[in-house]
């Protein structure tokens, strides 16, 4: 049985979907690969036919979480990661993760840091992603990164976990993985669930995955319409009073600069 499966999650006719797929079909340790979707197209089907990537199509109205719900339940294997269509994935990403899960088998969440690739330059990181960084510091250490108060101390001041990025143990948590009450923000409390779970947190602070920033993104589209900052004022509720929400919303906003 295979061990890990990358489980894109396909939505329109993005041009980057084969820069995806490229980027997981050359890992340098071979692992499964799927594609899910709820719009399908010829362009999809080609793609992934040139690939050799079966397709499974989701009946109904797209929907974040149900689209991820249905490429994670369509995994047959232990270790799955929800691959976005716009992404890219480093060739050792999958050879790193298997390295932790021989190390940890309790490990419920995989990470690591990234590179944001834009559409018109290739910057260094910001301040705000090395703020990031030093908030999973403690999830680098073997002896801390299994207690809850650690896994949700990354999560505290915002979400500095990338979500393409994470790989997920569902031998541990089961399927339908995805219940949040948020569309936006679903990832962030997806995080918050599994860190009062048992199991440990494992990030490896090397950028294995390019995250695409682009026009036509969906975080851009919510943050224009202000869906995303309603959104994340609840997800800090979850952690702290009113007046630190207020506070940690106003820095927070810092980061949309990401897609000006």
Not at 116 to 133: A, S
């Amino acid at each position: 049985m295979t061990k890990h499966t990358f489980a894109i999650c396909a939505y329109g006719d993005s041009p980057y979907l084969e820069a995806c797929m490229k980027s997981l079909v050359s890992q340098s340790v071979k692992t499964n690969i799927i594609l899910c979707t709820s719009t399908p197209s010829q362009y999809i089907e080609k793609l992934a036919a040139q690939y050799k990537i079966p397709v499974y199509v989701r009946q109904g109205e797209s929907d974040i979480q149900d689209d991820w719900n249905f490429a994670y339940d369509k995994a047959d294997s232990p270790l799955v990661t929800i691959a976005h269509q716009d992404d890219m994935y480093g060739k050792d990403y999958v050879k790193t993760l298997l390295k932790y899960y021989g190390k940890y088998p309790d490990m419920t969440l995989f990470t690591t840091d990234y590179v944001t690739v834009k559409e018109r330059d290739l910057k260094g990181k910001k301040l705000v992603e090395w703020v990031k960084v030093i908030l999973r510091l403690p999830l680098r250490n073997p002896k801390w990164n299994h207690f809850t108060w650690v896994k949700k101390a990354a999560l505290m001041f915002g979400n500095s976990i990338c979500c393409p990025a994470c790989t997920y143990q569902k031998k541990i948590l089961g399927d339908h993985l995805f219940q949040s009450e948020f569309r936006y923000t679903l990832d962030w409390d997806t995080l918050l669930s599994l860190a009062e779970r048992r199991g440990r947190f494992i990030c490896v602070e090397r950028p294995l995955i390019y995250y695409r920033v682009h026009s036509g993104a969906t975080t851009k589209k919510w943050i224009q319409n202000n869906k995303r900052s309603e959104e994340e004022l609840a997800m800090f509720a979850k952690f702290w009073p009113k007046p630190a929400v207020q506070a940690l919303e106003y820095f927070y906003k810092k980061a949309y600069g990401a897609y000006e």
